[in-house]
């Protein structure tokens, strides 16, 4: 768990003031299903291998390279909250972590990422096209391992959940360089590609539990509003980090032309001159050296950065709203505090 | 439909003695589900709708490029065969069109490919980046589509497919430029990539109309069979036909280093200097202009590419062979004649 800062020091600028007694993480939740988790890795263990070798070793690779396993253990933590005392949870769980990864690989490849999680992408080490049909390899696991778990219910929703995810991505392909995308286009794209399987990972632990449709929506709810203040941070980190925290290099949006949340506003609050600027290196993708630290100082003027965590928190209280119809258990306060530790991580 | 020559006339390397009045054709198959490709047709469209309009018109693009619908029309047929009279088979015809779909966008990716049925690609009209989301949006269609229908039975045979199909595909990758890649390894890539899709397109026409298993088996074999021979025929075009007919340009293989049968043989059958050519051209990827032509030669010499289609003929016969389970119907001719069709095919 990497340290972090309090939000509200983040938003004040006083990125020094780091809390070591008061800091969120995901302490509490890892302690909570950490046992669980590691049912988790070993279905998923065991599901990824296969007689082609390239596959174990590719899959492996990004699997293994770390990674929180947020959502597998948002599904673990739900499903015991909800009271769930069986076994469903943990093979959903890896199906939960087997989309996620698969939509990796495939991110890694539209992108051309080099870096995730501080470790070469599977892209820069095998090339594109493995990581293409491994992704595919990994999305067919997904499924069958929900198939079989048998429950028609949880299928449509891991069904449908990756068909919003694509088209959260196609639609991310489509406004990426258009600096005139709204806030609200913007959410959309982050609803679809991130916070819907953030949503989906939650209410399966209602699912498997069989609790009454209330409290579906509320996990459900918890979920995507978590996802989308998640998202939200991840886009203002790329502005706000330093490499070796992030895990990737920092300002790789800013050189793929992706609009995200502290672009877009910085361009919207904007004088004419810096809009030109944002569409020269935005738009046009005619970026020089200095490019990325003008970027910063315009983005610091308008307050852009500080004002995307902000919109994070807000997300993160509705998310936390959301919980309240659980009366008070471990679990409860385990996933209150992923809310915080999302919304206050620094990479 | 094209003109097909007899598999005799070719194997006997006259090629020009088309045979208008025995021609194997799809024509049958086309009469007897007709109307329910129509169905099928109308599920397709409705169901590849978006609000991302990228995603409608490069999945328009694709489908609507035209393709025989074979996998889908084996569905169909195998269904009715099967004596089933519900619509069920409709929905799983089209799920079955989406995953090929889905996979053709990968393999252009994949392949770097140009030209598919005569037609522009879509990676190469819009970019990889598109084809492999919009790849990902169909398969995740496909399932919902096969959820929907509400057999376990079902979903399970179509997850495994895909995982089968992906698995193929990575093989493929890993043999690719291998000339010492044996039969055996080359047959089991063209199953899996191929062949098991045919095989599951048959096979769900036996799920649905609830038959005993001998039957489900017989047709799954000869789907699996038929496939087999289908991409042998298809691997040996690549070296047969002329870019016109074929859909694509002769040759690809040969210049992307793919290893296939009639290369495979091509260099067992081979001099040490003949090997050296083939490492040189398909492991090296160091070709000039006339190397195609002199493959060509060495080919013709070893009688390669006529053995690829005897071998064909083989698997259409054990193919046709697998469904002489099932009495006399217009639904199984008109299947048999898919087996003659696919082996005579010429583009």
Known sequence: MGKVISLNEKI????KGINHDDTPSLDLLSNLVGEDLQSVNRVILERMDSPVGLITQLAGHIIASG???LRPMLTLASAKMCGYQGKRHIELAACVEF????????DDVVDDSELRRGAATA????GNKPSVLVGDFLFSKAFQL????????VLDILASTSAVLAE?????LVTSNDTETSEDSYLEV?????????????KLGSVVAERPTPEEEALASFGLNLGIAYQLVDDALDYSSNSKNLGKAVGDDFRDGKITLPVLLAFRRGTENERKFWKRTMEDGNQTEDD????LNYMNYHDTINDSFKRAKHFGEVSKDALELFRYSSEKKALQEVVDFCIGRTN
Do not use: P, Y
């Open 168 to 172: 959260g991505e196609v639609m991310q």
């Open 99 to 106: 989309i996620h990864t698969a939509t990796l690989l495939h």
């Open 292 to 295: 990325f630290a003008q970027a």
């Open 190 to 202: 982050i609803t679809s590609k991130t916070a819907s399987l953030f949503s989906a990972a939650c």
């Open 67 to 69: 990674g929180k396993r």
């Open 12 to 15: 004040s600028g006083d990125k």
């Open 146 to 153: 929900s198939v079989s778990d048998g429950s028609l219910r």
């Open 123 to 126: 892209n820069s080490l095998w």
